[in-house]
C-alpha cells in the first residue's frame, strides 16, 4: 500500500520560508517521479512542481519558479519543495502526488497547510 505523509507546514510571515516534505513508503520510490501541488480555499488544485523519479529533471508552475525549488533524495524516500519569499496568495493545503510521469499520478497525501499571514 503506497502511502505519502506530507509535513513541514505551518504559519509563516510573509516574506518568510518553509520546507515541506513528504515521505513515500510501499514501492520503490526511486522508479516514480513526484509532484506537489495546492489547493486555496475555494479555489481549484493546482500543479506547483514536478521531479523525475531520478531528480535530473523538473518542471515548475511558471509563477512559482523563481521562489519554490523541488528536489528528492531517494535514499530517504522523501520528496521536498523549498519555499522562498511566501506571500498570503500561497496560503494553501499543498499535497505531494506520486506516479510514472511528471504528468500523471496515481497515489496522493493527505496535504499539509500552509498559512501565510500579513
Known amino acids: 500500500q503506497v502511502q505519502l505523509v506530507e509535513s513541514g507546514g505551518g504559519l509563516v510571515q510573509a516574506g518568510g520560508s518553509l520546507r515541506l516534505s513528504c515521505a513515500a513508503s510501499g514501492r520503490t520510490f526511486s522508479r516514480y517521479a513526484m509532484g506537489w501541488f495546492r489547493q486555496a480555499p475555494g479555489k481549484e488544485r493546482e500543479f506547483v512542481a514536478a521531479?523525475?523519479?531520478?531528480?535530473?529533471?523538473?518542471r515548475y508552475a511558471n509563477s512559482l519558479k523563481d521562489r519554490f525549488t523541488i528536489y528528492r533524495d531517494n535514499a530517504k524516500n522523501t520528496v521536498y519543495l523549498q519555499m522562498n519569499s511566501l506571500s498570503p496568495e500561497d496560503t494553501a493545503v499543498y499535497y505531494c502526488?506520486?506516479?510514472?510521469?511528471?504528468?500523471?499520478?496515481?497515489?496522493w497525501g493527505q496535504g499539509t497547510q500552509v498559512t501565510v499571514s500579513t
Open positions: 502526488a506520486t506516479g510514472p510521469t511528471m504528468v500523471g499520478y496515481d497515489y
Open positions: 521531479i523525475t523519479w531520478s531528480g535530473d529533471s523538473t
